[in-house]
């Protein structure tokens, strides 16, 4: 059933209250009478004991006029509509009337279809306010559900580094977080889930309660958010610098024990320490993980986590982390045998200044080497093929080779996994450019063909693509896509009786003015000239 809007009628002559009254046919318009006064002070007591929707004024009355009526209405009936009238053409009321935001304002007389049309109008605009107040409070409430979730995904890219400093210091307060508190990231690696076989096609459900029960840990200890960012479960802390950190570390060892024993699978965790602001969150990421690398060194029959400041202030104590990882990698895989060369003898100089202990440096260095390892199976292909020994009876030597020549012997090993990925990558090019060419030949008709299509199908990205194909044939993929239409084209025009447009339409060409443009730039002759040449050879 329709609501009815309540109006309340004031004019302090009783013949045009009345006249109002009786003339509007106001239940076809979805409103009610709920009052009429006869001046200012009369209507402000029906105003507070109807709270009328819509309120209809004369401006000149006895007591209180229609303009300080409106004053004080306002400040009780802020969402009502003012509907005012005078018998005055005078520019200080209508001006008076637009300052207090009146609906709208006639003059004396109006026919009763004039007033009818004013208050559809306003009726109208009342409903359009009451649907964008409802719309207002639904995207408020689904802001409120969708917070937690909202939430993480601005944490999420604050910790990559995708969000900017003004984005922060906009949005956080929005998700209830101080954009320039002390923060310290917690991660939890839980990758050796992925790998057991008890876990298969359970890890989302699995990682989901590890993250309950790390929340619901943590927070017996402080405020945290704890999410889920790829193998790791993630906790912001809210640490101020003076926080008990010893407390905070048994405490996360007992977690990372419980969950451990619980699933049978081992989970180590890395704290950070503590940053100044949202917008160094990826910093202290980074040092979480170099606590989390380290983690995986201690005697975990007692501890489980560490502390990056433990770490950091131990002078024999040295990790690759993975920032250093991503760096050898590249070098690896697209690097100058002289970069390598500066980065490896960079990776020795540090072992040595660091006078590390023996079991450090054993650890350190099968890091690296298995880091080769890694390379050289994704790529599918024998350790002992590239590396032409077994690298890891090497490792077992440690103590009886030279820091110098285990740096000489990781140089070489380096050395020839570059070479092996350089010629890999250059035999996998080759064979990319013949079949572009191929299909080049095969599909030179279509005016369609683009860089975009050859390079879906060889699975390629269209940069690479473009790059290799002019490093193998010394110009671009249009280029030479442009001479074999023209090529197709000299012999059509010299083997076949095809006009110009029927020959531009067979090699690829939709638009033979243009077919013929590039046909005269390419051999300085239009396609008409070059066939009339040709037959009079």
């Keep these: 059933m329709e609501k009815y809007y309540k109006v309340l009628l004031i004019d302090d002559e009783a013949e045009i209250r009345e006249g109002m009254a009786f003339r509007i046919p106001w239940e076809q318009l979805g409103l009610t009478i709920c009052g009429t006064a006869e001046n200012g002070v009369e209507a402000l007591e029906l105003a507070e004991k109807h709270h009328p929707d819509i309120i209809i ?75 964008q107040h409802r719309d207002i409070e639904r995207l408020q409430q689904q802001f409120q559900e969708n917070l937690p979730l909202l939430r993480q995904s601005f944490l999420l890219s604050c ?8 984005s922060i210091e906009h949005q956080s307060e929005s998700f209830q977080l101080m954009a320039n508190n002390h923060y310290s990231l917690l991660l939890f690696d839980t990758g050796n889930l992925k790998h057991a076989s008890h876990f298969k096609g359970k890890e989302a459900l699995y990682m989901i309660s590890i993250k309950q029960f790390v929340n619901e840990k943590l927070s017996q200890l402080l405020v945290n ?65 170099d606590a989390l690398a380290y983690s995986y060194r201690l005697d975990r029959q007692e501890w489980f986590a560490t502390y990056i400041q433990d770490v950091t202030q131990a002078t024999d104590l040295i990790i690759l982390s993975e920032k250093g990882e991503r760096q050898l990698t590249n070098l690896l895989k697209l690097g100058s045998e002289r970069d390598l060369e500066e980065r490896i003898a960079t990776i020795f100089q540090e072992i040595k200044d660091k006078h590390l202990s023996f079991q450090n440096y054993r650890v350190y260095l099968i890091e690296h080497v298995t880091l080769l390892l890694r390379i050289v199976a994704s790529y599918d292909s024998d350790p002992q093929q590239v590396f032409q020994e077994d690298i890891m009876k090497k490792i077992a030597m440690l103590d009886k080779l030279s820091l110098e020549e285990m740096a000489d012997w990781f140089l070489e090993k380096s050395t ?27 599909r030179y008709q279509d005016p369609d063909l ?18 290799i194909f002019k490093k193998e044939t010394g110009q671009s993929f249009i280029s030479y896509l442009t001479e074999e239409r023209l090529k197709q084209a000299v012999r059509l025009l010299e083997t076949s009786t095809d006009k110009n447009y029927m020959i531009a339409e067979k090699v690829g060409y939709s638009e033979p003015n243009y077919f013929s443009y590039v046909f005269k730039k390419h051999y300085g002759l239009s396609p008409s000239k070059y066939r009339a040449q040709r037959l009079t050879v």
Excluded at 419 to 441: C, E, F, P, R, Y
Excluded at 452 to 463: H, N, R
Aim: aromatic share 10%.
């Design 225 to 289: 958010d704890t999410f889920i960012f790829g193998d790791y479960v993630v906790s912001l802390l809210p640490l101020a610098l003076d926080f008990d950190v010893d407390l905070l570390m048994k405490h996360v060892n007992e977690i990372c024990r419980e969950v451990s024993r619980e699933n049978g699978e081992m989970v180590v965790a890395g704290l950070s320490q503590s940053v100044a602001g949202l917008a160094q969150l990826p910093f202290a990421y980074e040092q979480a993980q």
């Design 450 to 467: 683009s860089i975009e299509d050859i390079s879906q199908e060889l699975f390629l990205s269209s940069a690479y693509f473009s790059s």
């Design 159 to 166: 910790l990559s580094g995708l969000a900017t400093e003004e």
């Design 57 to 131: 004024t004369d401006i000149q009355m006895p007591f209180m006029d229609g303009l300080t009526f409106i004053q004080k209405a306002q400040k009780m009936l802020p969402l009502s509509k003012f509907i005012v009238f005078s018998g005055y053409e005078r520019f200080e009321y209508a001006q008076k009337a637009v300052s207090l935001h009146v609906t709208e304002y006639l003059l004396k007389p109006f026919s009763s279809q004039e007033l009818v049309e004013v208050l559809i109008h306003t009726k109208n605009e009342m409903l359009r306010e009451k649907q």
């Design 416 to 442: 020839q996994l570059n070479q092996s990925i350089q010629m890999s990558t250059l035999d996998s090019g080759k064979a990319a450019i013949n079949k572009a060419k191929w299909l080049v030949k095969e």
